[in-house]
């Protein structure tokens, strides 16, 4: 077995390993109902899915004498990238109160973001501004 026969294995590894995970990510955003929940399985199993066919293909370049490391810069972006959305998705359904409100945070402060309503139960019936009287002067 020539090295160029073990990097043709290897990239065909990464790639069925790459593809179950992708394929899991978009069977659990199928199968999960909520918005929170939904947002789980792309964002975690998606990067490294992607992460994967990258490797894969940076594999086949290599075997073939042109090694590429484009992959390198959007595997960098993609994990950087993918959290960042992640954190704002998930925000965003906070603060529109889509999901049930994250638990008080030790020492009863309050989260950043979030600023304390006297019913938390009924604040999704408000219309938007309602909760911050600066929100309709601006």
Same mark, same amino acid.
Request: net charge negative.
């Given at each position: 077995m $020539?090295? &160029?026969?073990?990097?043709?294995?290897?990239?065909?590894?990464?790639? %069925? *390993?790459?593809?179950a995970f992708v394929l899991i990510g978009v069977a659990g955003l199928l199968k999960f109902d909520g918005p929170m929940t939904r947002l789980h399985a792309p964002t975690k199993v998606g990067t490294i899915g992607i992460g994967m066919l990258l490797l894969a293909s940076m $594999?086949? &370049?290599?075997?073939?004498?042109?090694?590429?490391?484009?992959?390198? %810069? *959007?595997?960098?972006?993609?994990?950087?990238?993918?959290?960042?959305?992640?954190?704002?998705?998930a925000k965003v359904n906070i603060h529109r109160r889509d999901c049930d409100p994250p638990p008080k945070p030790p020492g009863a402060?309050?989260?950043?973001?979030?600023?304390?309503?006297?019913?938390?139960?009924?604040?999704?019936?408000r219309p938007a501004g309602q909760d911050d009287p600066d929100a309709v002067a601006r």
């Open positions: $020539t090295l &160029a026969d073990l990097a043709m294995l290897l990239t065909a590894l990464f790639l %069925l *390993i790459g593809s $594999t086949n &370049a290599a075997a073939l004498g042109e090694p590429s490391f484009h992959e390198v %810069l *959007i595997m960098a972006f993609l994990f950087v990238t993918a959290p960042v959305s992640a954190n704002f998705i402060r309050g989260w950043a973001t979030l600023k304390p309503t006297e019913d938390a139960a009924g604040a999704g019936d």
